[in-house]
């Protein structure tokens, strides 16, 4: 069982985590979303000794940053906010 010492180590671990998330919910635009989060994907990707996620970040990235990658950004934040704001019974 984690000890009070290792869990508030945790959250200050994890701390940045929550102000990536802050700021991509306060972005204004689609690309400022995903700007924000692939910042928030670059600091998971530094807690894992594996460079397969390094190279994701690259790769997503890239995508994002194009015309269709932004198209396919704003798609999900509208799906993903349409969904949310549904009643579900």
């Known amino acids: 069982m984690a000890t ?4 508030v180590r945790m959250i200050v671990e994890w ?4 102000s990536l998330l ?3 919910s306060a972005a204004d ?5 995903a700007a924000g989060a692939l910042k928030l994907m670059r600091f998971v990707a530094t ?4 460079p397969v996620d390094d190279d994701l970040c690259e790769r997503v990235e890239a995508c994002l940053m ?6 396919l950004f704003r798609y999900v934040v509208a799906l993903v906010t ?4 549904a009643e579900i019974d």
Do not use: W
Request: hydrophobic fraction near 30%.
């Open 22 to 24: 802050s700021e991509i």
């Open 66 to 71: 194009s015309p269709q990658g932004e198209e």
């Open 15 to 18: 701390a940045p985590a929550l």
């Open 47 to 50: 807690k894992t000794e594996t």
């Open 29 to 33: 635009t689609a690309k400022e979303r």
């Open 82 to 85: 349409a969904v949310s704001n």
């Open 4 to 7: 009070v010492a290792d869990k």
